[in-house]
Each structure stands twice: as structure tokens, then as C-alpha cells.
């Protein structure tokens, strides 16, 4: 009869309103709780008569489901710590509990978290204090980050920092910029040799030496112009073969002609090669590589130096002054210490050592799925992939639909307490009204049993 599904109606308003209750309170509970997804319960209502003007009418009442709007981000906080890690929008960044790495990170689904603040352990691990592992993929000894696959957490790999390690930054790139003084190229010049020292770094950190030395070739008749020609040999401390013939560690020798037009005076205009690599005339390069078969530092250090093109006045010069190295830049740096660990926006971990020195050591990609609110939610903020969300995918930080990597932040809790408390007194009317609805259905049966007597 409609008066006992009034009844009915109220107790599952009761119990609707209690898990509304629920989902408020824990919003509340967790407002100052970083990177937490507001939870919500929506109300859907339950038919028992369809049938119109049928004269009674039976109440089916209300259910409630619960869920979690994980697609909504909180503000971004700024930290002291260079491993507080947010994204300023779509992504999530993979981590894994202890527990999962023991028993292999592909056995069981990917976890990933919105936000987190991580810390080396004892074995240097990145982790949270709650236990979330940073996953990602490792670079190679040059710093680049091998191809991997995107649909699988095969290559992903707990981020490890050892604060005791120490890198060395091999010199892969030479800029000569050397001017010659013209009128050494004069008959009557003294036509002295003049050289120029310059260090390098070698594959393990160790310091090496070119030693660069310019001989003029003067006219054979007094009276000729000059000749505006070079001998440049080129010296390498670290090797001690005899690789083109002409002595002990010379890896180069070139013959350097110079312009003396108007347009391009003072400038190459031919390199011949004696021994050694042949200079590139479109690069304005001589490249030391072993694959050439004149790597420097007996064949295990490949450079590549630029000592100018045809017309090129960044390179080597002959002009009217004095000699003068007025250009030399290298990369390249001695063994370092590791002083700080960095992550930019693009994901990739940077580590910077004491002497400048700055190698990519991890890459994080962001995690990302078809239906971010089908994910199934887990303590500490993280959350799963489910048969809701969709599978995933490992985006490069802010290729595709994912957001920036911030580094020195955090992301707040996407509840708004005032809003909530709002939701708080509506919920509590709720509650009281369908408390008032079966105390009056109480009456009403009570009148009817009165009835009898």
C-alpha cells in the first residue's frame, strides 16, 4: 500500500543522505590533503507507478552511488623541494608501492598518483614518505633516453639518485677562433712557428691537450706578395701512435690558404689536407672520429672542431694584427661531484655536478587515460587502471592531451570547504526531513491501528 512505500521512501532517503553525509565528510577530512579528488554521491530516483491518473500512487524512493571526479585539479603549490613533482594539467605520474616492485611492476596493474613529494632513501630511491617509488625510464651514458614501448610498463624502473656518484662530460665540440698575423707571410717575415694550447676532456674525465702550430709559408723571391698560406699541425697529448705518419701524436696536418679580396679578405678560402681527417668545406669542420680512423686520445675520443668555412670570419682569420686566440670554446668538463637533482618540464631528471656539469639521467612520462574518472581509487592518492578507464599511455610531458612537469610544487586538494559545508547543511535538512517522513508514517499507521479499537 503507498503508505508503507512512504516508509520505504524514507529510510532509503535516510540511508542516500548518509552516504552523501560520507563523501562530505571525507572531503572536509582530506581539504588540506595534497593532490585528493573530491568524492561525490548523486541521487538517482527509483519508479514503482507509471501509469498515469492510476489513483494511488506508490513511492520507489532514491539510491545513491558514489564517485570520485578525479578529472578535477586543485591549484598548484609552490615547495622548497626540487623533487616536488605536479602537473599543470592532464597526467599522472607513475610510481609503484614496495610491494609491487617484489613482485614485478608487470604483474599487476599501473599505479600512478597525481602529485607527490619525493626523497632519496638510505639505497638512494626516490620515494614518498607514505612509500610511492618514482618510475622512469633511465637514460644512457650520453644523457638520451633509448626508444621505448608506451603501452607497457616494460622499461619503466624505480629513479635512483646515488648522492655519491661523480660524472665526467667528455669534449664531443671544438670552436677555433684563431686570428695569424698577415705579414708573417712576407718574405722577410721571421717565420716563426706560432702554437696555441687547448685542454680537453677525455671519456673517463681525464684532461688532455691539443697543441695547435701555425708556420707560415713565405715567398721564395724578395719582392713576391705574400703568400697568405699556412701549415697548421694539429698535436694530441693523449695520443701516442703515430697515426698519419709525420711524428708521435700529430693526428693532423693541413695546408690553410687565405683570401686577400675585398669581400672576403682575411678569411679561408681552401683547406688541403696533408694527413689527418679532411676538412669539410660546407661545415667548415675536421672531425676527429674514429670512424674516420683519427680519433684523438688513441682512438677513443671522437671530436669535432670547427675551424671555420669559406668566408667565414667566426673561424680561422689572417688578418693585420697580432696573433691571437680570440675565440675558443669547448664543451666538456673534468670528473664532478653531484651537488642537486633537478626536474624540468618536459619530465627528464637532471643531475648537476660541481663543475657545471648537467646529464640527463631519467625521463618520467605522465600517464594518461580514456575515462581519467573510471580509475579505481587507492590510499595516498593514487589510482588504477580499471575496465572503466580504459588502458593507458605514457606520454612524453606535454606532447598530446598531458600538461607540463613542475618541479618545486605540489598540487592541492581539489575540495572547496566552503561549497562543502554548504552541501553539509543541505544534507542535514535531508536527512531531517526523511527522518520526519517516517515519524509521521509512524503516526499515520498508529492512527490506523487506533482505528480497530
Excluded at 633509448?146 to 619503466?156: K, Y
Amino acid at each position: 500500500m503507498s503508505i508503507s512505500s512512504s516508509l520505504n521512501a524514507g529510510v532509503a532517503g535516510l540511508s542516500a543522505n548518509a552516504t552523501r553525509l560520507a563523501t562530505i565528510s571525507d572531503n572536509i577530512a582530506n581539504s588540506g590533503t595534497y593532490g585528493y579528488k573530491r568524492a561525490t554521491a548523486d541521487f538517482e530516483s527509483m519508479v514503482l507507478t507509471q501509469a498515469r491518473s492510476a489513483g494511488t500512487y506508490s513511492a520507489g524512493g532514491v539510491r545513491a552511488s558514489s564517485g570520485r571526479l578525479i578529472d578535477e585539479r586543485g591549484s598548484l603549490v609552490s615547495t622548497s623541494n626540487a623533487m616536488d613533482i605536479a602537473i599543470s594539467g592532464r597526467g599522472f605520474l607513475p610510481v609503484a608501492t614496495t610491494s609491487s616492485l617484489a613482485n614485478g611492476l608487470g604483474n599487476q596493474p599501473l599505479t600512478m598518483t597525481p602529485t607527490g613529494s619525493f626523497h632519496t632513501d638510505k639505497d638512494g630511491v626516490l620515494r614518498t614518505d607514505s612509500g610511492l617509488v618514482l618510475l622512469g625510464w633511465p637514460a644512457l651514458a650520453d644523457g638520451t633516453i633509448p626508444v621505448n614501448a608506451r603501452d607497457t610498463v616494460t622499461g619503466l624502473e624505480p629513479v635512483v639518485i646515488n648522492a655519491n656518484q661523480t660524472a665526467g662530460d667528455p669534449t664531443m665540440v671544438m670552436n677555433w677562433g684563431i686570428n695569424l698575423p698577415a705579414d708573417e707571410t712576407a718574405f722577410d717575415a721571421g717565420g716563426e712557428t706560432l702554437t696555441s694550447t687547448i685542454e680537453y676532456f677525455g671519456n673517463l674525465g681525464n684532461s688532455n691537450t691539443l697543441t695547435v702550430s701555425f708556420t707560415p709559408l713565405r715567398p721564395a723571391n724578395d719582392g713576391d706578395p705574400n703568400t697568405n698560406t699556412w701549415t697548421m699541425q694539429v698535436i694530441d697529448s693523449g695520443t701516442t701512435g703515430n697515426p698519419t705518419g709525420l711524428g708521435a701524436g700529430i693526428v693532423g696536418e693541413y695546408t690553410l690558404e687565405f683570401d686577400n679580396t675585398g669581400s672576403n679578405g682575411g678569411t679561408l678560402s681552401n683547406v688541403t689536407t696533408v694527413a689527418g681527417p679532411t676538412w669539410d668545406s660546407t661545415e667548415g669542420t675536421l672531425a676527429f672520429t674514429d670512424a674516420a680512423g683519427f680519433a684523438l686520445a688513441d682512438g677513443l675520443q671522437d671530436i669535432t672542431i670547427t675551424i671555420g668555412k669559406q668566408g667565414d670570419t667566426n673561424g680561422l682569420t689572417q688578418l693585420a694584427t697580432d696573433f691571437a686566440p680570440t675565440s675558443i670554446s669547448k664543451d666538456g668538463s673534468p670528473v664532478g661531484n653531484l651537488t642537486s637533482v633537478e626536474i624540468d618540464e618536459n619530465g627528464y631528471i637532471k643531475a648537476t655536478y660541481d663543475t657545471g656539469f648537467i646529464r640527463t639521467v631519467y625521463q618520467v612520462p605522465l600517464v594518461d587515460v580514456a575515462n581519467i574518472n573510471g580509475l579505481n581509487a587507492l590510499d595516498n592518492q593514487t589510482f588504477q587502471v580499471s575496465s572503466t578507464s580504459g588502458s593507458f599511455y605514457l606520454w612524453d610531458a606535454g606532447d598530446g592531451p598531458t600538461g607540463a612537469v613542475k618541479g618545486y610544487a605540489r598540487e592541492g586538494s581539489a575540495v572547496d570547504v566552503a561549497q562543502e559545508l554548504t552541501n553539509l547543511i543541505q544534507t542535514q535538512r535531508a536527512y531531517s526531513s526523511n527522518a520526519k517522513v517516517i515519524q509521521t508514517v509512524d503516526e499515520m499507521l498508529q492512527e490506523t491501528t487506533n482505528i480497530k479499537r
